[in-house]
C-alpha cells in the first residue's frame, strides 16, 4: 500500500516549517516516515507537527539554524535518540535575500544567503552521510531551482548559492557511487526563475505534486544518484505518479 512505502525509514526536512518544506513533510509523513522537521520557528514547526500527528504520522519538531553546525549536529542526534538514524534527508531550508544589484548588497545579508542554503546544505548532508554509509543505504534530494543556471538581474547570492548546490550535488554522485546513498537536486519553480521560486511559500496543497517528486526520489527502490531533475519534466513526474499509485 501507498501509505506503508517509507514505514521504516526516518527523513529529516530542513525548512519544514512552511511551504515546500511543510509539503515536503506531510507528504513523507503520509508514506509512513517518521520525520524530523526543522527550522529557526518554533511556531510553525509546532503547526506542522500538530497537523501530522493528526493524520496519524510521526513527526518530532526541532529549531535548528542550518548555518549553525553545532545545531546540525544536534538535530541528528535528535533523530537518532527519537526513533533511528536518519536514512533521509531533505535540503529545503533556504533564503531569497538580499535581492537588488550587487553593488547595493550588503557583505552581511549576501554571506548569509551562502550560509544557509550552501552552507546549510552542506552541513547537513556530512552530518547525515557517515549513518548513511554505514548502513550502506540513503537519500539525500537538495532543493534548488533553475536559478542555478539561468542568471537574473538583483539576485547574485541567491543564483550562485543554488549553482553551487546543483554542483555539489554533482560532485558528490560519484563519491557516493555503488554505496546504497544517492544524492540528487530537484528544481522545484515552476519556469524556474528565482521571483517565481516565492511560490515554494504558497499553499501546501498548490505544492503537493512537486512534494510526491519529493517522495518519490526519497523511495529506497528510487536510485537517481547525481541526477538534477525539473519539477516540469513530465517523465519523473510520470515516474513518481506511479510508484505511489
Excluded at 553546525?69 to 535540503?91: C, D, F, S
Excluded at 549513518?131 to 550502506?136: A, E, I, S, T
Aim: hydrophobic share 45%; proline share 4%; with cysteine.
Amino acid at each position: 500500500m501507498t501509505e506503508l512505502r517509507l514505514s521504516k525509514q526516518v527523513a529529516i526536512v530542513t525548512g519544514g516549517g512552511r511551504g515546500f518544506g511543510r509539503a515536503i513533510a506531510e507528504t513523507l509523513a503520509g508514506l509512513g516516515a517518521s520525520v524530523v522537521i526543522a527550522s529557526r520557528n518554533a511556531l510553525e514547526l509546532d503547526e506542522v507537527a500538530s497537523v501530522i500527528k493528526k493524520q496519524g504520522g510521526r513527526v518530532l519538531a526541532q529549531t535548528a539554524d542550518v548555518s549553525d553546525e553545532r545545531q546540525v549536529q544536534e538535530l541528528v542526534l535528535a533523530a537518532e535518540r527519537w526513533v533511528g538514524p536518519p536514512t533521509i534527508l531533505v535540503n529545503n531550508a533556504g533564503v531569497l535575500d538580499p535581492v537588488g544589484p550587487l553593488v547595493e548588497t550588503s557583505g552581511a545579508s549576501w554571506l548569509r544567503n551562502i550560509a544557509i542554503n550552501v552552507g546549510g546544505t552542506y552541513l547537513a548532508t556530512r552530518a547525515v552521510l557517515p549513518g548513511m554509509l554505514d548502513r550502506d543505504h540513503g537519500r539525500v534530494v537538495n532543493i534548488s531551482s533553475g536559478a542555478a543556471d539561468r542568471a537574473s538581474a538583483g539576485w547574485s547570492a541567491y543564483c550562485a548559492a543554488k549553482a553551487a548546490v546543483d554542483q555539489l550535488t554533482r560532485v558528490l554522485a560519484p563519491e557516493m557511487e555503488g554505496s546504497g546513498v544517492t544524492v540528487c537536486a530537484f528544481h522545484p519553480g515552476h519556469g524556474d526563475t528565482p521571483a517565481l521560486d516565492l511560490a515554494r511559500s504558497s499553499s501546501v496543497d498548490a505544492l503537493v505534486q512537486p512534494a510526491r517528486i519529493v517522495a518519490y526520489l526519497c523511495l529506497p527502490g528510487t536510485a537517481r544518484n547525481g541526477a538534477i531533475l525539473e519539477v516540469d519534466d513530465r517523465d519523473i513526474a510520470g515516474e513518481a505518479d506511479a510508484a505511489l499509485a
